[in-house]
Structures are given as structure tokens and as C-alpha cells.
């Protein structure tokens, strides 16, 4: 009895000498096992983020080919729009029984009847001070469609004493850009420059107390207090108790993307530039102080030229003549900065030409 109590008792001693040994067997196999499991996980991870990859991929393309396909429709109604209004106008023409040569419009006159107060006495502007456009300004294309007979000066209380109205706007067959066929040129345009706000429909008493945009002729007192806001900077507090430059400094803000967008697209490193019709000179004022430009201004108010001489320190021109428009500075420019040039000019092609 005694020798089988021992030997139970080293056999129970060899059983717990190797339990380490099974403990680690068992810990590899469970580490084997972790390590299996994982990299199945990681194969089936890979694999899905594939699909994903190749799903979003499929529907960026058909994405694609779907704004294309729209684009195409798009062009493709605008263009059938433009041959049926072609069409329908020629209809009208040949229902009606227009002449071969007069011009065609959109639709028929709709008769109505209004009471027309008495014409505001306008004077008497010479009738051969009308510029007559027989082809397009842009492109040069003679044939085009009057889509629009009159003017802005149309809503006014009352009409002029003349055909002043009637400017026949007319969309170019070549580009497609609508232009005037008949404007005013000469002392006319001057008048309608001399009225600037209420020939564009602003209000003549704010336009006059704005002194970055007053139209009008500057008096000694408007030049007195033009240049004590002058003194005053840009930079001045809207808490201050007294005028100062307010309209610069937004219009300084607004342009500084401007002045980002060309000194990143043109080495403007001491460059000369001028800037044609410019409000406050901050166009050219940011080029020149980035980049060392010599720069020069043309105004189209007296107030903006004194802004901008005064301000700036900037060589100005005269107000610019839309109509008979010339650049008063000598030698060339590397770049010359535009602003609402073609919305107003008279005579496009001489425009260009002394660029």
C-alpha cells in the first residue's frame, strides 16, 4: 500500500513538473490560432475595401458620362430653341408680310393703349449724332436677330421728344452676343455721361454722397472735404466721430482677390501697368506695393481721380471719353487691367485697337 501511495503521489509531482510545458503548448497553439484569424480578417478587409474602391469607382464614371450626356442635351435644346425662334420668326415675317430686308423680332407687337403724359422737354440733340452698327462689334458677323427695339430710358415718366429710345438690341449670328445697332455718340453721350445716375436709374443724391462713385463735377467744398477723409487713411474706424474713407477700404477688400489671382498667374515683378476705369486705385496700388509696379490710373468720375492721385499718389488721365476713347500715356504696358470696359464703350473696335 505504501509503495502504490508513492508512486501516485510522483506521478501527480511528474503531472504538475510539466503542467508549464502544457501551458505553453496550449498558449502557442491559441497565439497560432490569433495569428490565423488575423490574417484572415486583414485578407477579407483588403478584399472588401477592393470592391468598395471599384464600386465608387464604376459610379464616379457613370457620374461623368451621366454630366456629359446632360451637357450635351443642354447644348443641344439651346441650340434647337435658337433654330426654332430662327423659324418662327421667319414664319411671322412671311405671315405678316414683312419685307425681305427688314429686320426680324422675336414676336408680333401687342397692342395696348396707355396715357402718355406730356414729353419732358429734352431740347433738341442733333439727329446725326447716332453711331449705326452694321455688323457685330465683337466678331464682325453682319447677319443677326433685333430681339429688344428699345432703351432703359423707355420707363421713364415721361418719353423723350425724340427716337432716343430705340437702340434695336441684336443677337450676333457669329458669337452670340447681344449688342446695340444704334447708340449715341458726340454731345449726345456726353449729356447722358453729364446725368450718369439717372441715365442708369440710380439715385442721384446718394450717387453724389458716395466720393468714391459721385458723377458729377467736384465743387472747392467737395474738394475740401474730400481731403480731410483723405487724411484720414483707409484704415479708419467706423467708431470715429467723423467722415473718413469707408467706401475704400471695402473696395480695397473686394479687390485684394484681384490682386491675388494676377501676381499669381503674371510675373508682375516690376511691371507697368494701368488700370482703365478705376474706382479707387486699389487694383494697382496692391500690385504696386507686392511686386515694385509702376502703374497709372484713368477715372471716370473727377472724384475718383482725386481718390486716387491723392490717396495713392498715382498718375491719373482725364475721366475717360467712352466715346471717343484714347490712352493717354505714352509706351507700353505689360498689363492692363479693364473694368466694365465693353458694357459701356461706345466703339469697340477702336477700343482695341489703342490697346
Given amino acids: 500500500m505504501a509503495f502504490s501511495r508513492i508512486g501516485r503521489l510522483i506521478g501527480k509531482l511528474r503531472e504538475l513538473l510539466n503542467l508549464p510545458r502544457r501551458i505553453h503548448d496550449d498558449v502557442r497553439r491559441l497565439e497560432r490560432a490569433t495569428h490565423a484569424d488575423t490574417r484572415n480578417i486583414q485578407i477579407a478587409l483588403k478584399q472588401q475595401t477592393k470592391r468598395i474602391e471599384d464600386v465608387r469607382s464604376r459610379h464616379a464614371k457613370q457620374q461623368a458620362e451621366l454630366e456629359q450626356e446632360i451637357q450635351s442635351v443642354h447644348a443641344e435644346l439651346r441650340d434647337r430653341l435658337l433654330q426654332y425662334h430662327l423659324q418662327l420668326g421667319r414664319l411671322t415675317s412671311l405671315i405678316e408680310g414683312r419685307a425681305a430686308g427688314e429686320p426680324e423680332a422675336y414676336s408680333a407687337s401687342i397692342p395696348f393703349s396707355v396715357d402718355v403724359p406730356p414729353p419732358r422737354a429734352f431740347g433738341q440733340p442733333s439727329t446725326e449724332e447716332w453711331l449705326e452698327l452694321a455688323h457685330c462689334p465683337a466678331c464682325g458677323t453682319a447677319d443677326r436677330t433685333i430681339v429688344c427695339k428699345w432703351n432703359k430710358s423707355i420707363l421713364l415718366d415721361t418719353a423723350p421728344p425724340d427716337d432716343s429710345t430705340i437702340y434695336d438690341y441684336a443677337l450676333c449670328h457669329g458669337c452670340g452676343i447681344v449688342y446695340a445697332t444704334r447708340r449715341p455718340v458726340g454731345e449726345r453721350h456726353r449729356a447722358l455721361m453729364d446725368d450718369f445716375p439717372d441715365t442708369i436709374g440710380r439715385d442721384p443724391a446718394g450717387a453724389a454722397a458716395n466720393p468714391m462713385l459721385n458723377p458729377y463735377p467736384l465743387s472747392d467744398s467737395d474738394r475740401e472735404r474730400y481731403r480731410k477723409m483723405i487724411a484720414g487713411g483707409v484704415f ?42 478705376s474706382r479707387a486705385g486699389t487694383i494697382v496700388e496692391g500690385l504696386r506695393r507686392h511686386y515694385g509696379a509702376t502703374v497709372m490710373a484713368m477715372p471716370i468720375f473727377e472724384s475718383q481721380q482725386l481718390i486716387v492721385r491723392e490717396l495713392y499718389g498715382i498718375e491719373c488721365s482725364d475721366v475717360i471719353d467712352y466715346d471717343q476713347f484714347t490712352i493717354p500715356f505714352e509706351g507700353a504696358f505689360d498689363l492692363i487691367v479693364c473694368n466694365h470696359m465693353l458694357t459701356h464703350v461706345v466703339r469697340p473696335d477702336r477700343f482695341f485697337s489703342s490697346h
Fill in 236 to 277: 479708419v474706424s467706423d467708431h470715429e466721430k467723423r467722415e473718413h474713407l469707408s467706401q475704400v477700404y471695402k473696395d480695397r477688400l473686394e479687390n485684394a482677390a484681384h490682386v491675388e489671382i494676377l501676381g499669381s498667374q503674371i510675373d508682375l515683378t516690376g511691371a507697368r501697368v494701368l488700370e482703365v476705369r
